[in-house]
T-cell receptor, first 115, second 112 residues
Framework: NAGVMQNPRHLVRRRGQEARLRCSPM?????VYWYRQLPEEGLKFMVY????????ESGMPKERFSAEFPKEGPSILRIQQVVRGDSAAYFC?????????????FGPGTRLTVL | GENVEQHPSTLSVQEGDSAVIKCTYS??????FPWYKQELGKRPQLIID?????GEKKDQRIAVTLNKTAKHFSLHITETQPEDSAVYFC???????????FGKGTMLLVSP
Protein backbone atom coordinates (compact mmCIF):
# COMPACT_ATOMS: atom_id res chain seq x y z
CA ASN A 1 0.00 0.00 0.00
CA ALA A 2 2.19 2.78 -1.31
CA GLY A 3 1.91 6.22 0.17
CA VAL A 4 1.87 9.48 -1.72
CA MET A 5 4.57 9.47 -4.37
CA GLN A 6 6.33 12.49 -5.78
CA ASN A 7 8.92 12.75 -8.49
CA PRO A 8 11.45 13.88 -9.06
CA ARG A 9 12.74 14.19 -5.50
CA HIS A 10 15.28 16.79 -6.55
CA LEU A 11 15.07 19.07 -9.56
CA VAL A 12 17.60 21.62 -10.73
CA ARG A 13 16.61 24.21 -13.30
CA ARG A 14 18.21 27.31 -14.73
CA ARG A 15 16.34 30.58 -14.72
CA GLY A 16 13.81 30.69 -17.53
CA GLN A 17 13.36 26.93 -17.82
CA GLU A 18 10.23 25.01 -16.99
CA ALA A 19 9.78 22.80 -13.93
CA ARG A 20 7.29 19.95 -13.91
CA LEU A 21 6.52 18.27 -10.59
CA ARG A 22 4.47 15.08 -10.34
CA CYS A 23 2.34 13.69 -7.55
CA SER A 24 0.61 10.33 -7.38
CA PRO A 25 -1.92 10.23 -4.53
CA MET A 26 -2.46 7.26 -2.28
CA UNK A 27 -4.58 4.50 -3.73
CA UNK A 28 -8.24 5.39 -3.41
CA UNK A 29 -7.57 9.08 -2.84
CA UNK A 30 -9.09 11.49 -5.32
CA UNK A 31 -8.15 14.80 -3.69
CA VAL A 32 -4.74 16.40 -4.06
CA TYR A 33 -3.27 19.48 -2.41
CA TRP A 34 -0.03 21.24 -3.28
CA TYR A 35 1.99 23.17 -0.70
CA ARG A 36 5.23 25.11 -0.98
CA GLN A 37 7.79 25.25 1.80
CA LEU A 38 10.45 27.93 1.71
CA PRO A 39 13.61 27.42 3.78
CA GLU A 40 12.90 27.69 7.51
CA GLU A 41 9.25 28.50 6.88
CA GLY A 42 5.96 26.71 7.18
CA LEU A 43 3.95 25.13 4.43
CA LYS A 44 1.92 27.47 2.27
CA PHE A 45 -1.18 26.18 0.51
CA MET A 46 -1.10 26.59 -3.27
CA VAL A 47 -3.87 24.63 -4.94
CA TYR A 48 -6.47 21.95 -4.26
CA UNK A 49 -7.61 19.62 -7.02
CA UNK A 50 -9.96 16.75 -7.58
CA UNK A 51 -9.86 14.59 -10.67
CA UNK A 52 -10.14 16.93 -13.69
CA UNK A 53 -11.15 19.88 -11.50
CA UNK A 54 -9.38 22.71 -9.73
CA UNK A 55 -11.32 23.35 -6.53
CA UNK A 56 -9.27 26.13 -4.97
CA GLU A 57 -6.22 27.83 -6.48
CA SER A 58 -6.22 30.85 -4.22
CA GLY A 59 -2.68 30.18 -2.98
CA MET A 60 -1.10 29.78 -6.38
CA PRO A 61 0.56 32.73 -8.16
CA LYS A 62 -1.52 33.83 -11.13
CA GLU A 63 1.41 33.87 -13.52
CA ARG A 64 3.80 31.06 -14.49
CA PHE A 65 2.16 28.47 -12.20
CA SER A 66 -0.45 25.93 -13.23
CA ALA A 67 -1.73 22.64 -11.90
CA GLU A 68 -3.75 19.77 -13.22
CA PHE A 69 -5.04 16.42 -12.05
CA PRO A 70 -6.17 14.47 -15.12
CA LYS A 71 -8.56 11.56 -15.13
CA GLU A 72 -5.63 9.23 -15.63
CA GLY A 73 -2.14 9.76 -14.29
CA PRO A 74 -0.54 11.90 -11.62
CA SER A 75 -1.25 15.46 -10.64
CA ILE A 76 1.23 17.89 -12.16
CA LEU A 77 2.40 21.25 -10.87
CA ARG A 78 4.01 23.22 -13.65
CA ILE A 79 6.18 26.27 -13.20
CA GLN A 80 7.11 28.14 -16.34
CA GLN A 81 10.11 30.47 -16.70
CA VAL A 82 11.40 29.67 -13.24
CA VAL A 83 13.12 32.34 -11.16
CA ARG A 84 15.44 31.98 -8.16
CA GLY A 85 12.57 32.77 -5.81
CA ASP A 86 10.83 29.57 -6.92
CA SER A 87 13.52 27.51 -5.15
CA ALA A 88 11.67 25.63 -2.43
CA ALA A 89 10.37 22.24 -1.41
CA TYR A 90 7.03 21.44 -3.02
CA PHE A 91 4.87 18.94 -1.18
CA CYS A 92 1.70 17.36 -2.33
CA UNK A 93 -0.80 15.72 -0.04
CA UNK A 94 -3.81 13.56 -0.72
CA UNK A 95 -7.00 12.71 1.12
CA UNK A 96 -9.77 10.24 0.38
CA UNK A 97 -12.72 12.59 0.12
CA UNK A 98 -11.57 16.12 0.78
CA UNK A 99 -13.77 16.39 3.80
CA UNK A 100 -13.00 18.95 6.43
CA UNK A 101 -11.65 16.37 8.84
CA UNK A 102 -9.90 14.07 6.42
CA UNK A 103 -6.26 13.58 7.23
CA UNK A 104 -3.97 14.80 4.52
CA UNK A 105 -1.13 12.39 3.79
CA PHE A 106 2.00 14.08 2.51
CA GLY A 107 4.43 12.94 -0.12
CA PRO A 108 8.22 13.15 0.31
CA GLY A 109 8.41 16.44 -1.56
CA THR A 110 10.29 17.74 -4.58
CA ARG A 111 13.17 20.05 -3.82
CA LEU A 112 13.47 22.56 -6.62
CA THR A 113 16.68 24.52 -7.02
CA VAL A 114 16.82 27.32 -9.55
CA LEU A 115 20.31 28.34 -10.56
CA GLY B 1 -8.12 34.74 5.32
CA GLU B 2 -6.94 32.57 8.16
CA ASN B 3 -3.67 33.40 9.91
CA VAL B 4 -1.89 30.97 12.23
CA GLU B 5 0.86 32.14 14.58
CA GLN B 6 3.15 29.60 16.26
CA HIS B 7 5.54 30.00 19.20
CA PRO B 8 8.30 29.45 20.01
CA SER B 9 10.26 29.11 16.79
CA THR B 10 12.89 26.99 18.55
CA LEU B 11 12.69 25.00 21.76
CA SER B 12 15.49 23.13 23.50
CA VAL B 13 14.76 20.72 26.34
CA GLN B 14 16.53 17.99 28.23
CA GLU B 15 15.47 14.41 27.74
CA GLY B 16 12.61 13.62 30.07
CA ASP B 17 11.37 17.20 30.30
CA SER B 18 8.06 18.38 28.88
CA ALA B 19 7.71 20.57 25.79
CA VAL B 20 4.84 22.91 24.99
CA ILE B 21 4.20 24.58 21.64
CA LYS B 22 1.45 27.17 21.25
CA CYS B 23 -0.54 28.39 18.28
CA THR B 24 -3.17 31.03 17.77
CA TYR B 25 -5.53 31.40 14.85
CA SER B 26 -7.55 34.32 13.58
CA UNK B 27 -10.74 32.94 12.08
CA UNK B 28 -13.35 31.72 14.55
CA UNK B 29 -14.86 29.56 11.78
CA UNK B 30 -11.88 27.19 11.87
CA UNK B 31 -12.77 23.94 13.54
CA UNK B 32 -10.05 21.40 12.72
CA PHE B 33 -6.52 21.68 14.13
CA PRO B 34 -3.90 19.08 13.19
CA TRP B 35 -0.28 18.91 14.28
CA TYR B 36 2.42 17.64 11.97
CA LYS B 37 5.95 16.47 12.75
CA GLN B 38 8.64 16.90 10.11
CA GLU B 39 12.05 15.35 10.55
CA LEU B 40 14.96 16.80 8.62
CA GLY B 41 14.54 16.16 4.92
CA LYS B 42 11.39 14.12 5.44
CA ARG B 43 7.70 14.59 4.76
CA PRO B 44 5.33 16.13 7.34
CA GLN B 45 3.42 13.46 9.25
CA LEU B 46 0.27 13.91 11.26
CA ILE B 47 0.83 13.15 14.94
CA ILE B 48 -2.41 14.32 16.51
CA ASP B 49 -5.42 16.45 15.66
CA UNK B 50 -8.32 18.04 17.51
CA UNK B 51 -11.74 19.23 16.44
CA UNK B 52 -13.63 22.17 17.80
CA UNK B 53 -16.16 20.14 19.72
CA UNK B 54 -13.37 18.78 21.94
CA GLY B 55 -11.24 20.69 24.46
CA GLU B 56 -8.45 18.18 24.92
CA LYS B 57 -7.13 15.02 23.30
CA LYS B 58 -4.34 12.73 24.41
CA ASP B 59 -2.34 9.99 22.73
CA GLN B 60 0.34 8.44 24.95
CA ARG B 61 2.99 11.16 25.53
CA ILE B 62 1.30 13.70 23.27
CA ALA B 63 -1.67 15.86 24.11
CA VAL B 64 -3.37 18.80 22.45
CA THR B 65 -5.63 21.40 24.04
CA LEU B 66 -7.98 23.82 22.34
CA ASN B 67 -9.48 27.04 23.64
CA LYS B 68 -12.00 28.23 21.05
CA THR B 69 -12.90 31.36 22.98
CA ALA B 70 -9.32 32.55 23.00
CA LYS B 71 -8.60 30.99 19.59
CA HIS B 72 -5.51 29.15 20.63
CA PHE B 73 -4.38 25.56 20.79
CA SER B 74 -1.30 23.89 22.20
CA LEU B 75 0.77 20.74 21.79
CA HIS B 76 2.17 19.11 24.90
CA ILE B 77 4.86 16.42 24.77
CA THR B 78 5.76 14.75 28.05
CA GLU B 79 8.85 12.68 28.87
CA THR B 80 10.61 13.91 25.76
CA GLN B 81 13.07 11.65 23.99
CA PRO B 82 15.85 12.49 21.50
CA GLU B 83 13.76 11.00 18.70
CA ASP B 84 11.16 13.69 19.35
CA SER B 85 13.63 16.18 17.87
CA ALA B 86 12.01 17.59 14.72
CA VAL B 87 10.09 20.57 13.41
CA TYR B 88 6.48 20.66 14.56
CA PHE B 89 3.79 22.51 12.62
CA CYS B 90 0.33 23.43 13.79
CA UNK B 91 -2.42 24.06 11.26
CA UNK B 92 -6.02 25.17 11.07
CA UNK B 93 -8.68 24.25 8.59
CA UNK B 94 -10.98 27.05 7.59
CA UNK B 95 -13.16 26.24 4.64
CA UNK B 96 -15.23 23.34 3.48
CA UNK B 97 -12.46 22.12 1.22
CA UNK B 98 -10.17 21.34 4.18
CA UNK B 99 -7.18 23.25 2.92
CA UNK B 100 -4.79 23.81 5.78
CA UNK B 101 -3.19 27.04 6.97
CA PHE B 102 0.08 26.24 8.73
CA GLY B 103 2.08 27.99 11.38
CA LYS B 104 5.76 28.63 10.68
CA GLY B 105 6.94 25.71 12.73
CA THR B 106 8.82 25.02 15.95
CA MET B 107 12.18 23.30 15.89
CA LEU B 108 12.30 21.07 18.95
CA LEU B 109 15.69 19.80 20.09
CA VAL B 110 15.78 17.18 22.83
CA SER B 111 19.23 16.73 24.33
CA PRO B 112 20.17 13.39 25.91
Amino acid sequence: NAGVMQNPRHLVRRRGQEARLRCSPMKGHSHVYWYRQLPEEGLKFMVYLQKENIIDESGMPKERFSAEFPKEGPSILRIQQVVRGDSAAYFCASSPSGGRFDEQFFGPGTRLTVL
Amino acid sequence: GENVEQHPSTLSVQEGDSAVIKCTYSDSASNYFPWYKQELGKRPQLIIDIRSNVGEKKDQRIAVTLNKTAKHFSLHITETQPEDSAVYFCAASLNAYSTLTFGKGTMLLVSP
